[in-house]
């Protein structure tokens, strides 16, 4: 099931990194996997390649299998949030506040300080860049070009559930 997460609430409650990303949520409510980046096929943008061909079959074999795949992990704890990340969440919550009554300097003013204080939340840099749209290209390739080798959604757990 997809989903709109304009206020970035979900994104919030799980530590997602980006969008899209994945949560396994089982009949009985317990994550089962969790902030993956879920685009099922490769994609390019210039140099910088993400994506994978494996991911939707690997989400059909948990629906036609259930527990018994060895796709689906034990249930899975959310993280805790820094103190740091915390606040960038408040600092984000006001920045969206003082967009929404049209008040851009002092938006702009609480997006950057939520970047700073959670610079891996690329919902932060990507809800700041959303408002300039013609500039968000270019600044998402800049911060992609930032990684070195650590990678732009943290690796998916092997095919065997590992």
Not at 31 to 41: H, K, L, P, W
Not at 46 to 61: I, L, Q, S, T
Not at 92 to 121: C, H, I, T
Request: aromatic share 12%.
């Amino acid at each position: 099931m997809g989903l709109v997460d304009p206020t970035h609430q979900i994104s919030a409650l799980y530590n997602l990194v980006n969008v899209p990303s994945a949560v396994w949520i089982d009949e009985q409510g317990r994550v089962r996997r969790i902030d993956e980046g879920t685009y099922a096929t490769v994609h390019r943008m210039g140099d910088f390649e993400f994506g994978r061909e494996d991911y939707a079959p690997m989400v059909a074999d948990w629906v036609a299998q259930g527990d018994a795949s060895p796709h689906v992990a034990e249930a899975v704890a959310l993280a805790p949030k820094s103190d740091n990340a915390a606040k960038a969440e408040a600092a984000f919550r006001l920045a969206g506040y003082f967009k929404s009554v049209e008040q851009s300097d002092k938006a702009e003013q609480y997006w950057r300080m939520a970047q700073e204080l959670n610079p891996d939340s690329w919902n932060y840099h990507r809800q700041d860049w959303a408002y300039t749209p013609e500039e968000a290209g270019a600044n998402w390739q800049k911060k992609v070009q930032t990684l070195g080798d650590k990678p732009y959604y943290k690796p998916i757990q092997g095919l065997d559930g590992s």
